[in-house]
């Protein structure tokens, strides 16, 4: 296996990357501290913003509406008491470590 590298865009990617890993590793950190209050953290998908209107493929990407289902969700639906979890776009726990397709 390689190592992540630098693209030709710099090194934006993996800083999100990173920063993603911290706030699910601060999530279950949370959880267990306060297990009387549920603790979760969300991704809402590649959405169309202001920072993705260049991507080259914008149509594929979620409207704002779209990504705000999963933080909604989170807020006022039912997660079965689930804490310290990263959910996703589907309303679905995600695991915390995917493998590279």
Known sequence: DE?????????????????KACVNAYTRVLAAQHSNVR??????????????????????????????????FLVLGDQGGVTGKMWGPAQEVMPWVTKPK
Not at 8 to 16: K, P, T
Not at 51 to 66: C, F, I, N, P, V
Request: a negative charge; aromatic letters at 12%.
């Open 3 to 19: 190592m992540p590298r630098r693209s030709e865009h710099g090194w934006w990617l993996q800083a999100y990357g990173f920063s």
């Open 39 to 72: 603790i979760n953290c969300c991704t809402p998908g590649f959405c169309l913003t202001d920072m993705t209107k260049a991507y080259g493929e914008a149509d594929m990407l979620r409207s704002a509406e779209e990504g705000a289902e999963t933080p909604v």
